[in-house]
């Protein structure tokens, strides 16, 4: 069976401060993974997705990197964390554009 | 405005009752997908819709790919059906776009 882990749960972070957010699936090769992220009451907005290790494609611009550096791995980071960051990280995998399955989430304040 | 939108935005049932969720999408969907999100921020997937309609337990969903809309339909709400619900539409290979959300609330 397919699993996917996030880490960490929760953060609480400083403005300016560098952030890196994990996510890890197993048990599915070459996965396309997916970057979401939700305002408190608010809708998932798609970041990035990645369909093969080292390719990331950015959805939208809100001063975040992401990286897939193992076919199993993707990784959400910014060097300088801004008040607007605040949020729940979500991350996702499917095979080619069929169903999405989540993870259980990272709860991220930026103080 | 909002690409995909999903009335009502909250809704109050009570056990054993039914009702009926929709989206309709001013962008060109080409599938639909259908979650529930916990209290605790988790989401599950109901359904993967193409053109047409499925059907699961209690739930089913429809998707109007002509008419640009999608439905899900429950019947006899239970207590662990309460969460907000998001459709999300696909029209651009691997960008899904979400729905604005339904906050269901299943009373006893």
């Known amino acids: 069976a397919q699993t996917i882990h996030q880490w960490p749960v929760a953060e609480i972070k400083a403005v300016g401060s560098p952030l890196s957010l994990g996510c890890t699936i197993k048990?599915?090769?070459?996965?396309?993974l997916y970057w979401y992220w939700q305002a408190t009451g608010g809708t998932l907005q798609q970041l990035f997705y990645?369909?093969?290790?080292?390719?990331v494609e950015s959805v939208v611009q809100l001063n975040l990197s992401a990286s897939r550096p193992k076919d199993d791995q993707f990784i959400l980071s910014t060097e300088k964390l801004l008040l607007s960051h605040s949020g729940f990280y979500l991350c996702?995998?499917?095979?080619?554009?069929?169903?999405?399955?989540f993870g259980e989430g990272s709860r991220l304040i930026v103080v | 405005g909002d690409k995909v939108k999903q009335s009502p935005s909250a809704l109050s049932l009570q056990e054993g009752t039914n009702s009926a969720l929709r989206c309709n999408f001013s962008?060109?969907?080409?599938?639909v997908q259908w979650f529930l999100q916990n209290p605790r921020g988790s989401l599950m997937n109901l359904f993967y819709?193409?053109?047409g309609t499925k059907e699961n337990g209690r739930l089913k969903s429809a998707f109007d790919s002509k008419e640009s809309y999608s439905t899900l339909h429950i019947r006899d709400a239970q207590l662990e059906d309460s969460g907000t619900y998001f459709c999300?539409?696909?029209?651009?290979?691997?960008?899904?776009?979400f729905g604005t959300g339904t906050s269901l609330l299943v009373d006893p």
């Open positions: 996702a995998w499917g095979i080619q554009e069929n169903t999405l399955y």
């Open positions: 048990g599915k090769s070459s996965p396309n």
């Open positions: 990645s369909i093969t290790v080292g390719q």
């Open positions: 962008i060109a969907a080409t599938t």
């Open positions: 819709l193409v053109p």
């Open positions: 999300a539409a696909d029209n651009m290979g691997y960008k899904l776009t």
